[in-house]
């Protein structure tokens, strides 16, 4: 081999370059390459770990030559085609505006052969530079391999001289250590994401970026990513406000706060009209650079292109397996959007929608989606905004979109979206359970499966369970505050209502935005006998978009206590506020609920009407469903059986319609035709998910075995209700529990009993509407059993 074996010798990724003679290889084969763009790449090379300055960069190229900026560019453009390099992907020159270049790869040094192992043997008065042979066995065992060879030669050259043995042993050493590094990050490390640096001016990059680069990390099973709600959480205590921008400095001390290891910091600038994207990961506690990825973008439209190839270059650096990065990661722009403009909508929508605005977050994501109608997780996170404002049909249609555009998005979000269709358009409440489960199992760490799997078994009414999954949401991070509504929610189902109200109070410090868990504590209150703090539950909602509600909530406490002119009143006025917000669906539902606490107060006269004119707003799953109880309970079996129908028909799938409210409305309508015997039949079917009905199948069946003349099992059935108030705390069916259980226990004889639930319903009703026909009938029951007993 002839001594050149000896000139120093550079390898990166497949290239391999040769200073004597002056060769670029690339898995073993020439490149062409003009000379002086061979010197720029030289230069870089020698130079590697920092930015070389262009003023110093020319001079060591052109020493005695004054020559335009223009040449360096010509042939540093050369190297990169050369290197294969594309528009807006610079994984080898990096470009550092307004400074110079940067070579950004990993490079390798060796002699004659940049893997192999060199020994020397004497032949004729000459030393000879042996290769150790290559192998295709994976690094470790290709080392082994390798060592055996060299040994092997050692033994068979008893005279051999190991020629500069200290060269080739750091060769081996540093390879050794190279593919035996311990990995930057462990999967038992958290990393936090600082804010973007903008030095751009242009103000759709601020928070889009952060956005985009969250979601594309957040695919990944390996890096666990710290929630942007406990920074929050964090800069309270360091007291800064809690929307100030996450710096590098403001970064590395919430880390130590929170015993982090590390965090990223992003940047952007421009040069012209191209980009510069940079992401650097920093020990937290030494302030040194982990990893670092830079990458070009030519172009505003190649921006996120650029930030998701550094974000996938990144995990690896970081140390996630090369299998889990091929798995796991799908492009940024195809995972979110290759919209700039609706990436930072997105970014709005979803700031609005973490502090429980719904409402407020809902223009963000429409918007979003008129700028990219393909924005798949933008349309479910639109559904989810629709179902917690109860408009039901967009909810649906939102929810069917993004499922038709699943996969375009990454493994996570694909479940997101398969979960959130199976609970909003088809409403196959086990479908979403189980793909939940899978999201829980392949990111052990995450914790949106977990709570959405809270979510899910409040909805069927396990409410235990519910309890479980939101405990260990809120274990995997314990700053958002729907864990915490859940929790809360469960708890309260359970008639734990100290417990319940802690951990809302607790919730509403967090985040105090969340409207539901406002409603949860007017509930609260109101279960207390506490006036103020009802009030003040109600005086938060005033002026905001959610103010509709608390005339709602108002409206449900007039009619559980026999108030039914007032909860009239209020209900007109949460109406004209829903109608001026174009919430069409809400007011349907509205009106049809109306009617339904009509009906369970006995006062049937205009039920007919009313759910005919909350149809003619809107036919939803919601307003249809209340219809047709309503009717079934005053009596009009046809309409209901109608209404049943065409539930049955559009919403097939629907877990609860078919397990429990198709047989509730079908079991009442058989009970007014006077088959009791039907009914209860028909009730037997709705088992387990019996706590999810409200109360309905209880006081369904204590009516039919009234008619059957069977007052025990009717008192069975009636105590559940009173037994369980949490289940629907506001509940008209809570009241007349209480006149329905006196009337089973005065038939049953049971005299002193039967006085005590009479009394106890006349109290709850003591600011009743007086001309109420179920008021009269209670207070003449209730009259004569007294006069009786005096005779």
Not at 713 to 722: G, N, S, V, W, Y
């Amino acid at each position: 081999m002839a001594d050149e074996s000896f000139s120093p010798a550079y390898e990166f990724g497949p290239f391999r370059v040769e200073t004597a003679p002056h060769r670029l290889l690339r898995a073993g084969e020439p490149v062409a390459l003009t000379p002086k763009a061979f010197e720029v790449l030289l230069v870089l090379l020698e130079r590697r770990g920092r930015v070389v300055e262009k003023d110093e960069l020319m001079q060591a190229l052109w020493p005695d030559s004054v020559v335009e900026e223009a040449n360096l560019t010509v042939n540093v453009s050369a190297l990169r085609k050369a290197l294969g390099e594309g528009r807006g992907d610079h994984p080898y020159i990096a470009t550092v505006p307004g400074r110079g270049y940067k070579f950004a790869a990993d490079v390798r040094e060796a002699g004659g052969a940049p893997a192999e192992l060199l020994v020397a043997r004497k032949t004729s008065g000459r030393l000879i530079i042996e290769e150790v042979e290559e192998t295709n066995e994976p690094p470790a065992a290709a080392f082994r391999l390798r060592g055996q060879q060299l040994f092997g030669r050692l033994r068979r050259h008893p005279r051999i001289v190991v020629i500069s043995f200290v060269a080739p042993l750091a060769v081996v050493l540093a390879a050794f250590f190279y593919f035996h590094r311990a990995p930057a990050l462990t999967e038992r490390d958290t990393i936090l994401l600082a804010d973007f640096e903008n030095r751009t001016g242009d103000a759709v990059f601020d928070g889009t970026l952060k956005q985009a680069l969250a979601v594309q990390l957040e695919q990944s099973p390996f890096l666990n990513i710290f929630p942007d709600e406990r920074a929050r959480e964090t800069m309270k205590l360091m007291k800064r406000a809690p929307d100030e921008r996450v710096t590098g400095s403001v970064a590395r001390e919430i880390c130590q706060r929170q015993n982090l290891k590390a965090f990223l910091a992003g940047s952007i600038a421009s040069l012209g009209r191209d980009y510069v994207l940079t992401l650097e990961a920093v020990n937290a506690q030494s302030g040194e650079i982990i990893a670092r990825e830079q990458r070009d973008a030519e172009g505003r439209e190649q921006v996120l292109r650029a930030l998701g190839r550094a974000a996938t270059r990144m995990r690896e650096r970081l140390g996630e397996s090369l299998r889990s990065i091929e798995k796991f990661d799908a492009p940024i722009e195809q995972a979110t959007t290759a919209s700039l403009d609706a990436l930072k909508a997105y970014a709005l929508g979803v700031e609005q929608h973490r502090q429980g605005k719904y409402l407020e977050a809902i223009p963000f994501y429409k918007r979003a989606i008129e700028l990219d109608a393909d924005f798949a997780l933008a349309c479910s996170s639109l559904s989810g905004a629709y179902s917690n404002t109860f408009q039901t049909e967009q909810e649906i249609a939102c929810a069917e979109k993004a499922y038709q555009l699943r996969n375009r998005v990454s493994e996570r979000e694909k479940l997101n979206i398969t979960g959130r269709y199976y609970l909003s358009a088809t409403g196959e409440v086990d479908k979403a359970i189980e793909t939940f489960e899978v999201w829980k199992r392949l990111y052990p760490r995450s914790y949106t499966p977990v709570n959405n799997l809270a979510f899910e078994y409040l909805t069927v009414g396990q409410y235990e369970k519910a309890v479980a999954e939101a405990r260990e949401a809120i274990r995997l991070d314990p700053a958002p505050s729907q864990a915490y509504a859940n929790l809360g929610r469960a708890l309260l189902r359970l008639n734990r209502f100290d417990e319940a109200e802690q951990v809302l109070q607790r919730a509403t410090a967090q985040t105090p935005g969340s409207s539901a868990m406002h409603a949860d504590l007017f509930t609260l209150a109101f279960l207390r006998g506490d006036a103020a703090a009802m009030q003040q539950q109600l005086d938060w909602r005033k002026g905001r978009p959610s103010e509709y509600a608390a005339f709602e909530e108002q409206a449900e406490v007039a009619a559980l206590q026999g108030r039914l002119k007032q909860a009239r009143e209020f209900l007109l006025r949460a109406q004209e506020l829903e109608q001026r917000r174009g919430l069409n669906e809400v007011v349907a539902i509205s009106r049809a609920l109306a009617a339904l606490r009509q009906a369970m107060a006995g006062q049937c006269e205009q039920v007919a009407r009313e759910t005919a004119e909350a149809l003619s707003v809107e036919r939803n799953l919601r307003s249809l469903r209340a219809s047709a109880r309503a009717l079934a309970l005053c009596g009009a079996g046809a309409q209901s059986q109608t209404l049943a129908d065409e539930l049955a028909r559009r919403y097939p799938k629907d877990t609860l319609l078919n397990a429990v409210w198709l047989p509730v409305i079908r079991a009442n309508i058989e009970l007014e035709r006077g088959h009791p015997e039907v009914a209860l039949q028909l009730l037997r079917s709705v088992g387990a998910d019996e706590a999810a009905s409200d109360f309905w199948v209880p006081y369904l069946r204590a009516q039919a075995c009234l008619r059957q003349h069977k007052p025990g099992e009717a008192m069975t059935e009636l105590q559940k209700i009173l037994d369980h108030r949490g289940y629907d705390p506001l509940s008209p069916f809570y009241p007349r529990a209480y006149l329905e259980l006196a009337r089973a226990t005065a038939l049953a004889g049971d005299t002193a009993r039967s006085r005590q639930s009479y009394e106890a319903f006349l109290s709850l009703w003591k600011d009743a509407d007086p001309d109420l026909g179920l008021l009269r009938e209670a207070k003449k029951e209730y009259e004569k059993m007294r006069s009786d007993s005096v005779r």
